[in-house]
């Protein structure tokens, strides 16, 4: 059987595609508008996360807020994977344009795809993120462009693990840009003027 997500996908009138991945107890619709704004012509592709924790949509569970059954990762991260090269084909997108837009938990199943599955997510911007899981062996990440964002006063994704994670992306030979910004786990309008900024001066539309 194919994997499915429940998705939104607005087509765009550039090569590049956004996969938006929202945070917990998001969906679909989420990011939709933002990625509009953040990177202007380009198509959407928006899945809702499979896991579903006390109601709330995630795409991976946890067991506490910062500990993690890296076996359900590697499965999530495998079908997210497999429905993106799947919806490739069906919407025609151009795979090597394909960068993400991620929030939270929806960032970091875009690194955690990105370290297990390389070549299905060009790059992206994460936005509050943290590791979550170490590949064996690492991939070959050579210049995918990443923006992470960290919150200082972050209280659901220290700041240390958001660093940790920039640092495997880049020992991996991703092109790492970090900012910390002065702010919690919730989004700001810094964070999207960050992200505009990044995408107008590395995703060439």
Do not use: C
């Not at 938006?20 to 990011?31: A, K, M, R, S």
């Not at 990625?35 to 506490?64: D, H, M, W």
């Not at 840009?177 to 900024?197: A, I, M, R, W």
């Amino acid at each position: 059987m194919p994997v499915e997500f429940i998705h939104r996908f607005l087509p765009g009138k550039s090569p590049v595609t956004l996969l938006t991945l929202h945070g917990t107890g998001g969906d679909e619709n989420d990011l939709l508008q933002v990625g509009q704004v953040l990177v202007p012509g380009a198509a959407i592709l928006s899945p809702r996360g499979k896991a579903v924790e006390n109601g709330a949509f995630r795409f991976f569970s946890q067991i506490t807020p910062d500990v993690f059954d890296e076996n359900e990762i590697r499965t999530r991260a495998g079908e997210l994977a497999e429905w993106i090269a799947s919806a490739i084909a069906q919407y025609g997108l151009d795979a090597s344009r394909l960068y993400a837009l991620g929030y939270s938990n929806g960032a970091n199943m875009a690194a955690a795809t990105m370290l297990l599955h390389p070549g299905s997510i060009a790059g992206g911007v994460l936005l509050r993120p943290m590791n979550v899981i170490r590949p064996a062996t690492l991939p070959d990440l050579s210049n995918a462009p990443v923006l992470i964002v960290a919150g200082q006063e972050d209280a659901f994704t220290p700041l240390s693990r958001t660093e940790a994670l920039g640092r495997l992306l880049a020992e991996a030979g991703a092109a790492v840009d970090f900012s910390v910004q002065n702010t919690g786990h919730e989004l700001t309008p810094q964070d999207f003027g960050l992200g505009k900024k990044w995408f107008a001066e590395v995703v060439s539309v």
